[in-house]
């Protein structure tokens, strides 16, 4: 059996699969069918300064190969995390990654703040509204994302800073640079595209806000060049997601240059799919003699 155990910031992980966030709620549920704690680390559901109740029904719309969600951030609020969900995560003895958002820019300072020490690291959700910048995401623009990630760095001083990337932008890697320069010592990415689904017997929209996020398998050969090209733009880890399914999906991103991995929409078809996904990562090392999986990171040669 090889090595699956990684790090990344500091950050041990026993394995390179991470849930990702807004698909695994904080994991109460999915502990139901199986130990979470084999898996690397969860990023939690994005959580807000307050309690928030999403986006009016319907909030999920399905596509050939994908999903669509305006679900809109739905969660507790910061405290009730910190108070009921966070124990529950430290008990499972697994690297609890927090996914915050705000409305503002001092939102998610102050969420940072609140957080620090507290969890093993704080992933920034940098693809909500600005109520300052006419509702354009801070995720678009690259001095929206060094402005929004120095904030959230200098609100920090125990734990390390994720700044998660929206693929609906110009260049992926200046946005992967101005999140480096603006002080996280990781990225993440592929948040999900921008899309709609039309009842054509209504001739309206499926999803009652219109348009929502694209995720599933269909978006992974695009996820797979976004995050290609942001690691070799940036010198800090990358952590990459987009559609992965199954173990040779996660190799392939780690080629292309991720530390680890996220899955998200493959858990909603089939509940055991991360267990599934490092037992496939497991076996296709050990069928190709490698010991580590650390020895496949970074590796694609182009032709």
Not at 108 to 136: F, K, Q, T
Not at 205 to 228: E, F, R
Request: glycine share 12%.
């Amino acid at each position: 059996m090889a090595n699956l155990q990684v790090e990344i910031c500091g950050v041990k992980f026993k394995n390179p699969v991470i849930a990702a966030s807004g698909t695994f709620g904080f994991g109460r549920e999915y502990n139901l069918l199986y130990d979470i704690s084999v898996l690397g680390g969860v990023s939690t559901k994005g959580t807000t300064l307050e309690a928030r109740s999403g986006n009016p029904t319907p909030r999920i719309a399905e596509g050939s190969s994908v999903i669509l969600n305006s679900v809109g951030l739905q969660n507790p609020g910061v405290e009730h995390f910190i108070k009921y969900d966070l124990p529950f995560l430290k008990s499972k003895g697994i690297v609890v990654i927090a996914n915050v958002a705000g409305k503002t820019l001092g939102d998610y300072g102050n969420i940072c703040s609140r957080l620090d020490g507290l969890v093993d690291m704080i992933e920034l959700n940098i693809s909500c509204p600005n109520v300052h910048a006419g509702g354009m995401a801070l995720g678009v623009r690259p001095q929206n994302i060094f402005e929004v990630t120095k904030l959230a760095k200098s609100n920090l001083a125990k734990t390390p800073l994720i700044v998660k990337l929206s693929p609906n932008v110009e260049s992926i890697a200046a946005n992967a640079k101005a999140a480096e320069d603006g002080g996280a010592d990781c990225i993440s990415l592929i948040n999900t595209l921008t899309g709609m689904v039309i009842d054509i017997e209504r001739r309206r929209p499926v999803l009652a806000n219109n348009t929502g996020g694209v995720s599933g398998a269909g978006i992974k050969p695009i996820a797979v060049k976004m995050v290609y090209d942001a690691a070799h733009a940036v010198k800090i880890p990358v952590i990459g997601m987009g559609g992965i399914t199954s173990g040779e999906d996660a190799i392939e991103f780690m080629m292309a240059g991720a530390r680890a991995v996220q899955v998200g929409t493959a858990n909603f078809s089939d509940g055991n799919a991360m267990p599934k996904i490092i037992a496939g990562v497991n076996a296709w090392l050990d069928s190709h003699n490698i010991n580590d999986v650390n020895e496949i990171v970074d590796t694609l040669t182009l032709n």
